[in-house]
């Protein structure tokens, strides 16, 4: 009868928290999305009931209904968990989730999970702040849906790192807003593919250079000095683009 909105981590299931594999061992039922790690479904035991409500862009199951689905799920089911990729108050919905099961007075419990948007620019090594170099971070999104994009050229700050999620397929346009704000040509990016799975891909560039670096969904894009940073190597594949 509770609903767990539960972060699933970047990737890899030991980036899990301690209570998010507990509740998400003890559910009834799970409904999660695509983007999750088979390592944390793993976790899930075998008789929990899954359910994938996202199983690509195009045909994924759309806002309302999840909010439906998980209000029904919990008139049946003593623990549901709806298990989300990274942070669910970071992109993921799950403030409009949080809502819709309070409108049908539904409990509904939080677990935070290790968001991409700082654990990505970590896995490449880079420290989205850094004395001297980066005051602050800026998450953002880059999915422009209703062509509202003015906020970026906001947020364009030479000491401000920014930190894009869902932007690969307009990373073109992003660049194009981040220099109309003042960002140099110059300005270092990097882009992570897969923080945190064995498929992990760190590619690196400059600003300008944006709209031609080959990489692919799922990423985060990383925007400022910071990302020429690289202070550690945990690094499973890297190329260099100049
Ligand atoms: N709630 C999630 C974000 C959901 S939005 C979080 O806190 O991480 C989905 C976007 O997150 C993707 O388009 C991609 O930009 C980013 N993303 C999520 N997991 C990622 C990963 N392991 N590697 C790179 N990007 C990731």
Known sequence: MTVYLVGAGPGA???????????????HVVVHDRLIDPSVLALI???????DVGKSPGAAT??????????QLSRVHERVVRLKGGDPFVFGRGGEEALALRAAQVACEIVPGVTSALAGPMA????????????????????????DDDYLRRVAHPEVTVVILM?????????????????LP????????????SSQ?????????????????????????????????????EVLVH
Request: glycine share 10%.
């Open 13 to 27: 299931c030991d980036l899990l928290t301690v209570r998010a594999a507990r509740i998400l061992k003890a559910a």
């Open 45 to 51: 035991g075998p008789g929990t009931l899954r359910i």
């Open 62 to 71: 759309n806002q309302e209904q999840i909010n439906e689905l998980l209000v």
């Open 124 to 147: 490449a090594g880079i420290p989205v702040t850094q004395r001297g170099i980066a005051k602050g971070v800026c998450v953002v999104t880059g999915h422009l849906a209703h062509g």
């Open 167 to 183: 932007g690969v397929s307009r990373r073109g346009e992003i660049a194009k807003r981040l220099m109309e704000g003042g960002l």
């Open 186 to 197: 110059s300005t270092p990016v990097a882009v992570i593919e897969r923080a945190w799975t």
């Open 201 to 237: 891909r760190v590619v690196r560039g400059r600003l300008d250079r944006l709209a031609h670096l080959e990489v692919r969904s799922p990423a985060i894009i990383v925007v400022g000095e910071a990302s020429a940073l690289d202070v550690v190597s945990v690094i499973t594949e």
